[in-house]
Structures are given as structure tokens and as C-alpha cells.
């Protein structure tokens, strides 16, 4: 059943091409991916590993329209294409934004449509505190914890959230911002700080920003493939 929500991969004139789409998630169950749009993140890192493997697939064009998800399972697919053998483009039609982009941010080069929406630098973590709801409903929710455990059940449904608890689901989003943003800079040193704060940019924008390196079509990004392969292929040669 998981095989048939796989990310779809196409072969076409030496330039692989691996579809990124929907929400980036770690193994989700089958009803997110069927009802809710999901991406198996672990399915879309193992499709991109099958190319690099396919003799081919002389370079490598990730087709991303997706919003994000979650960072789990997400920062492999980041180092895998920041380390990958081949030459990489990464191409945004649609949406590329917060773990997509953190994904195609790492590519050797980065096209997006002009109305293509891009960015989204940034991180979250949410918690539905309903317990004042409980309380007028007069059930009230208690949690006990060893004495040691501060943030153990933090986010409890039902369960009021602490300020302590607030800090470190703070602290949380920080340390995945922090992560995002080092390597977005490890691939694209030229991207101001001003530009990180969770905007959603337009192509034309992104571009201007740095997020992007060019403006295209799908075709235009493979011919940049195939271009990036001939160059590494000559200087090996060299």
C-alpha cells in the first residue's frame, strides 16, 4: 500500500527526476497519505538514493511543490542532497517553502516559475491548550509526573501548558530554526538574515533575495541539469 503513495521518479534524457509534493512527514499512517496529502519523507530519501544509484541518471532535478512538514526524516533528505555525487537542481512550480525549501535549498542550483511561492524560513511547534474549555465543562485534566520529569508530558491533551513548558517548546522551534537556517547558509551563503524571519516570497522575489538562482520552467531546470553533468564531466576529464 505504501509503494503506491511512493514519490514518482522519471528517467528522461539523462536527467533524473524525483517529485517532492505535499506535506513532508516520517513514516505517516496510510489515512494521512490517502486523505490528507501527505509525503512519506523516508520514501521520498530513498527514491532520491535510487537515482543517484541509476547509471542513466547523469544529474538529478528534485520537482518540489509542497508546503513543508515535519523536520524529522526531512534534514536527511537536506544532507542528502547537499552531499550528493550528482549534479542537482532543485525546481519549484508550485510551493517550496519551510522544509521543502530546507530540502531544495541544498541543490547546486535552485529554479522557481516567477509565480511560484518560495521561502517560509522558519520553525514551529503548536500545542492546543484547551483545558480552560475542560474546566467550564468541569473536567479538569492532572497530570503527575516524576518529580524529575519538568517538560515530561508537556502538550498533554487537556492539560494546561506551564510556562516552563512554553520555554521549551520554544526552545524546540529555535534549535530546528537554528538547524534550517545553518544549512541554508552552508549551500547559499548569500542569503540575508532579513529574509529568514518565516516571509513567503514569489519567484521574482526570491530570486531577488537570494532564496533562488533562476527563473523557469520544468524544462529549463533539466537543461540546467544536463549543463551542470556536461560541466562536472568535462572538468573530470581535465
Not at 86 to 102: D, E, F, Q, R
Request: charged share 20%; glycine share 10%; with cysteine.
Amino acid at each position: 500500500m505504501r509503494q503506491a503513495f511512493a514519490p514518482k521518479t522519471t528517467v528522461d534524457s539523462g536527467v533524473g527526476v524525483l517529485e517532492v509534493t505535499g506535506i513532508l512527514a516520517y513514516r505517516p499512517d496510510i489515512g494521512s497519505l490517502f486523505f490528507d496529502g501527505f509525503e512519506d519523507s523516508a520514501e521520498v530519501l530513498a527514491a532520491f538514493h535510487r537515482l543517484e544509484a541509476d547509471p542513466e541518471a547523469k544529474a538529478i532535478v528534485l520537482n518540489v511543490n509542497s508546503p513543508g512538514g515535519f523536520s524529522i526524516g526531512g534534514a536527511e533528505i537536506a544532507d542528502a542532497v547537499h552531499g550528493s555525487g550528482k549534479p542537482t537542481v532543485a525546481w519549484a512550480g508550485g510551493l517550496m517553502c519551510s522544509l521543502a525549501y530546507w530540502i531544495g535549498s541544498q541543490a547546486d542550483a535552485v529554479i522557481s516559475t516567477r509565480s511560484a511561492m518560495v521561502g517560509s524560513i522558519g520553525a514551529y511547534v503548536s500545542v492546543v491548550d484547551c483545558h480552560r474549555m475542560l474546566v467550564n465543562a468541569g473536567i479538569e485534566v492532572k497530570v503527575f509526573t516524576n518529580k524529575e520529569g519538568t517538560f515530561k508530558a508537556a502538550g498533554m491533551p487537556g492539560a494546561p501548558v506551564s510556562d516552563e513548558h512554553a520555554a521549551e517548546f520554544t526552545r524546540q522551534a529555535q534549535r530546528s530554526f537554528d538547524l534550517f537556517r545553518a544549512d541554508v547558509l552552508r549551500s547559499r551563503n548569500n542569503v540575508p538574515a532579513s529574509v529568514m524571519q518565516g516571509q513567503v516570497f514569489d519567484g521574482a522575489d526570491a530570486k531577488r533575495n537570494g532564496l533562488v538562482d533562476a527563473l523557469g520552467d520544468l524544462a529549463y531546470a533539466k537543461a540546467v541539469a544536463r549543463r551542470l553533468a556536461r560541466d562536472e564531466q568535462r572538468s573530470r576529464k581535465k
